[in-house]
């Protein structure tokens, strides 16, 4: 503290009088006060003079809280260096003991202003938790002691304070503590629990410290298999029992408090009932019972204050049980607790043990649990207000909650768990479901139309409820219904009655109705079918309905998609352009979600018909490509715009078209000209659009390679307008724009392969450069280390077409700069992906220009310049041919044949004496890392992970033998897999049969050096092997750099390889640095 005492007074004097100030209603002195107090933080004192203010009973509350507020501010920023928002200056250590002291005294402070002192000291508990977090128990061991302490001083001021400060601590306590904590604090939660001489909100708060720390001791228990029985096992039946009694008690008042306690209550319950069952079961009935109550009360409330609060009954203090928020900011009440009711059914069908308690009342169960499947009264009103929100919360997928939601994912559990959809995997509970849920919703239907007979005008929310989840169901039910099992006909009479008769004066209603026999219309007969997509048409295309409208476009989703399946096009061919048209005109009109959910079915329509697709595709075009303008950073909706697009430039007509109407757009938006004339019948914000370019250009990037990879050539406006665009695009982004340098390289590929020949012509008016110098600057600049590793992603594919497509256009000279600067990259890198797309640039040139990279390598010094760049290359890139999939994989792994097939031609050579070209390079004498030994019994690709690898270098030849063999190893693996899939759908594809030597079809092409002596003795011959196989349709085309390659069958080529190596005498000297596991292989061949 200070050396003079008149300094601090007059210090704290100045905080008070900038504390009044700061509550002043003129925002000059408010801003002023602000501004000194914050002037007074570099003062190290002034932290004990808010601590001191926040004390002084003479002030005023309202000073003292504001106070102890800034208070907790500064102690936020400035307690320890190793909070994520921490600011300099930190705290002084004699400061910081004052403070814990000050703070510690302080919880126990009482007042006979009880709502006032509460205020205050629930901030000081705040700061008392903020301060732990960091400082307990190492440098606040007094806190715990003297919280227990005051947790038995008998004061419900001072008790709360502690139990708000063990509330926030709670999560922090860690098992090493667990041990010292839990056997104090545990049964004194619960005596405070049981107590009923304090208030409900202490006794819920000791409740949520039990269950969050018995959670702690659950999570041990996974380690540490004792800490369930050494912390939990004894207040166990402490709590069950005293949690009956209580929950037994009669409360007609159900206000939030006593909601809160029973939700607590259950929470814990839950809890116990997934990881202590065995100290739970003898229980479990009385709790059941009980939540059961809970259950059916909750359902008879949801119907009358949430449901249909028109009608509702006064007595149950409508206002009281809905869902507030608590001084700690929890949310309380109904809602929350109708969440922890449905939690709590679900983990009991957790366990099969225990859902055999539920069989007998299951159909009760599905009853009271649809009566949560009701549309509330304020979602209506939602709805109706905003038909984008009926669109996000109406789907089955939604990311949104809500009791209706948490009830029907609770539905469909329980139908996952029970019943069969196919003859392959019956269940033996699906029976009792089917019957048990068939029994809920008639009893649901009678008592509806019972209600409708006396004028209850809300009777249509529970038809709703039940044919939602029907739909939901439609799999099983189906299957049902097919196989005419026992509920079939039941089924089949509640489909007839409702949906046949839609009762269009409910809209909500109507709408079910329409998305559920969609969800059915796979067993409809045609004639049933042509009513509802006759219908369906009509609503697409109407106005007057909005509601009814949504629902169509969910219902017209499912009838296209199930009548793809079963081939009744001719069904709903009539109705094609009318639901088109109507998507059409409603897309315009539309906002976000509702337009994704239009571009969907446009997606899926266009599908069907081609000629339909002709005729509107400047429409579907437009509507898709406004929708990604309105939405530039939508991922999801840019997914779907793309499927339309791709999908229409699939079509010979529809490219043609859009060549003349799309392509001037995306090359007027490349340019940056939003005044373009191209873009005058566009609807979008043009200020907006200038903002968005960084996250549309990488999308039009997107599009026009699509667009491109439909061409078998190049034409003159892709050459002359859209290829100088796209460079200007890649040339002018910032560093940062790691999108566009990713798309834009992957663009540059696509226009390379289509047509270098022609890019060559093309000459830059302002460079004079031909397009494909244009491309090489480009990988030249992308190559600078400056540029990040995730910008640079894909550069590697410009590099290999380059080389393999235009090397013929460019001089030597550039080509070793490139490759230099390739080297110089691939040292810098440090992002796998950059890494493997540079790795393919020398692989595809050892396996197409061997003896000239090995030239070339190996008179080059390393980036690093410790050794060969050769050695550079070849340790890099065996250190990561692991990691590479697809056709990358397939590339790396024949080039290293042919490098291995090298390395044995300069053994032969060695041993004949003779050193010319390249045999001098000695691949043998070159030795890199080897970190793939490892157990044997793990299987090939998931060694990589393994952290039992012994490291050790071993010669590179030997590490080429290693990684092949083990891409053989998962390619069988990947067979047995597919094998065992195969048996189980029954499928006997001859294909995936393991491979038999005596009928492999390669076998003459080996007779030409079985015959030849020379050729036998010490190498293998690739020519034959890589001429053969089909093309690989598991292959991305998209991916695919060299057609030769990508049309090998990596399991022919690698199997024949190795089988003629083993067969000659050099491969002995292998086997001795090969596991068992490869040993093996080669023996199988």
Known sequence: MSSSASQNYSLKEIICDNLYRSLSSDKNIRENAEQQLNMLETNEDHVLHLMEISLSENLDFSIRHLASVLLNRYIFKHWCSNSNRFEQPEMNPTIKQLLREYLLKSLAITSSEDKQISKLLNSFAHTVSTIAQFDWPQDWPQLFPTLNLYLNSGQSNTVNTSLKVFKELAHEITDTQIPDIAPILLPRMLEIFISSSYPLQIRIDAIKIFGIIAETIIIMDELHRNAIKRFLVDVIPVFIESSIKIMLLPDDSYNHESISLRKEIIAVFTKLLRHCRKYVQNYLPKILSLVWQELTKSANIYCKILVNPESNDESLGNSSVLDIVDSDGELMG??????????????????????????????????????????????????????????????????????????????????????????????????????????????????????????????????????????????????????????????????????????????????????????????????????FLKLTSSLLNTTEAPILRIYSLRASSNFIENIHAKQKLNVIKPYLQSFLQGLLTFGHTSNDDTLHLILH???????????????????????AFEAFLKNPDDAIMFDTVLSILDRLFSIEKCLIRIQDHLLPKIVSMLNGECNSASLNSMQFNNDLYEKSLNILHPHLLDILSKIINRYEHLNDYLVNKAYPSVIDCISKASKDDSAIFQNGSECLSVFLKKGSDLLVQYVDPVTYQNGIFMAFNICVNLLNPNISDSAAAYIGRVIVILMMKCGQWIERDNIEHLLRSTLVRLNKGKELLLIQTLIMVFAHLFYTDLSTILIFLNSLPAPCGERSALEFVLDKWLGIQRYLCGYNNKASTVALCRLFQHSLCQSSSKNNDSETGTDSINLHNIIVSCDDEFDDTQTARTRSKSNNAVKRSVPCSVKILKLLINEMQYIEQLKKESQSDSDEDDDDDSSLNDFDDDDYSLEDDFDAYNDDGNNKSQKIDLTDLLTEGEIDESLDENEILSDEIGNLDLEIVLKAFLREFRSLPIAQDFLGQLTANETELLKRL
């Open 334 to 531: 109904f809602e929350s607790f109708v969440y922890t009711i449905l939690e709590f059914v679900s983990s009991v069908f957790e366990s099969v043990k225990y859902r055999a308690l539920i069989k007998s009342v299951l159909s009760e169960l599905l009853y009271y649990i649809l009566f949560f499947v009701q549309i509330t009264h304020s979602q209506i009103e939602k709805w109706q207000s905003n038909m984008d929100q009926l669109i996000e919360e109406d789907d089955v997928d939604t990311s949104a909650y809500s009791i209706r939601i948490a009830a029907q994912d609770l539905i469909l559990n329980l139908a996952k768990e029970m019943t069969t959809d196919n003859e392959k995997h019956p269940k033996k509970n699906d029976e009792l479901f089917k019957i048990s849920f068939v029994q809920a919703i008639q009893r649901h239907f009678s008592e509806a139309s019972e209600s409708q007979e006396v004028n209850k005008s809300n009777s249509w929310k529970i038809v709703e409820s039940c044919l939602y989840a029907l739909g939901l169901l439609a799999p099983t039910i189906i299957f049902t219904i097919n196989s005419e099992k026992r509920t079939a006909n039941e089924y089949k009479i509640i489909l007839d009655n409702v949906l046949l008769n839609l009762n269009l004066n409910e809209p909500f209603l109507a709408g079910r109705s329409l998305w559920t026999a969609s969800r059915f219309s796979q067993i409809m007969n045609d004639e049933t079918l042509d009513k």
């Open 601 to 623: 079915i446009i997606c899926q329509l266009i599908e069907l018909d081609n000629e339909l697709a002709i005729a509107f595709s400047d429409s579907i075009c437009s509507l």
